[in-house]
C-alpha cells in the first residue's frame, strides 16, 4: 500500500526566513511524485511534478526535491501570498491509477 | 471560465436522501477523478474513469456510484447520504496522451454537509 507522510503538519515563519517542507514517501513503482498548492475554499493547484531521484524543479521562491525516500519542498525568502497548504502525492506503478496524498503542511507567512 | 467546473458549491442534505455531484470540464481530457477530503485525513481516491466506457473504484468506494455521461461529465452519487459522507468533494482531470507526464487538474470543490 502506497504511503505518504508530510512534516510539520504546519509552519509558522517569519517573511524572509526560509525553511523545507518534507514529503517521505513509500509506493510500489514510483510513476511521479506531485507537490500541488492548496488556498482555502480552493481545489489543489498543480506547482511541481518529479520523477526519478536527484531531479530538481524550481519556480519562483520554490524549489522541489527528490530522492529515493522522500521529497522536499524548499521555500526561500518566502512572502505572505506563499501561506497555503501544500500537498504532496505519490502515483504508483501498481494499483489504482489516482494520486495517494499526505495530508499536507499547513504554512503560514507572517509579514 | 474554470476549465474544470464543479456543482455546487455548497450542498446541505438529509440523512437518507439521494443526491448528485457533478463535474464538468473544458480540458479535453480523457480522464477523470472523484476525491473527498476530511480534516486530517487528506484527499483520498473514490472512482476514477479513464474513458466513457472504463470506470474503476477507488480506495473509498463504497456509498458511492458514478456516471460518465461524455467525455467531458462526470457525476458522483450517494445512493443514501449518511453524516460521516460530510466532507469536500473534488474532481480532477488528466490527459493519458502526456504519458507518465499524467498531471491531475482540480476543481474547486464541492462542500457536502449530511445533516
Redesign the interface.
Known amino acids: 500500500e502506497d504511503q505518504v507522510t508530510q512534516s510539520p503538519e504546519a509552519l509558522r515563519l517569519q517573511e524572509g526566513e526560509s525553511s523545507s517542507l518534507n514529503c517521505s514517501y513509500t509506493v510500489s513503482g514510483l510513476r511521479g511524485l506531485f507537490w500541488y498548492r492548496q488556498d482555502p475554499g480552493k481545489g489543489p493547484e498543480f506547482l511541481f511534478t518529479l520523477y526519478s531521484a536527484g531531479e530538481e524543479k524550481e519556480k519562483e521562491r520554490l524549489k522541489a526535491t527528490l530522492t529515493k525516500k522522500e521529497s522536499f519542498l524548499h521555500i526561500t525568502a518566502p512572502k505572505p501570498e506563499d501561506s497555503a497548504t501544500y500537498l504532496c502525492a505519490v502515483r504508483s506503478g501498481g494499483g489504482a491509477d489516482g494520486l495517494t496524498f499526505g495530508k499536507g503542511t499547513h504554512l503560514i507567512i507572517q509579514p | 471560465d474554470a476549465d474544470?467546473t464543479q456543482t455546487p458549491r455548497n450542498r446541505i442534505t438529509k440523512t437518507g436522501k439521494r443526491i448528485m455531484l457533478e463535474c464538468s470540464q473544458t480540458k479535453g481530457h480523457d480522464?477523470m477523478?472523484w476525491?473527498r477530503q476530511d480534516p486530517?485525513?487528506?484527499?483520498?481516491?473514490i472512482y476514477?474513469s479513464?474513458d466513457v466506457k472504463d470506470i474503476?473504484?477507488?480506495?473509498i468506494s463504497d456509498g458511492y456510484s458514478v456516471s460518465r455521461q461524455a467525455q467531458a461529465k462526470f457525476s458522483l452519487s450517494l445512493e443514501s447520504a449518511i453524516p460521516n459522507q460530510t466532507a469536500l468533494y473534488?474532481c480532477?482531470t488528466s490527459d493519458s496522451r502526456q504519458g507518465?507526464?499524467?498531471?491531475?487538474?482540480?476543481?474547486?470543490?464541492t462542500r457536502l454537509s449530511v445533516l
Open positions: 474544470v480522464r477523478y476525491y486530517g485525513l487528506g484527499l483520498r481516491l476514477y479513464f474503476n473504484k477507488g480506495e473534488f480532477a507518465t507526464k499524467n498531471i491531475q487538474y482540480f476543481g474547486a470543490g
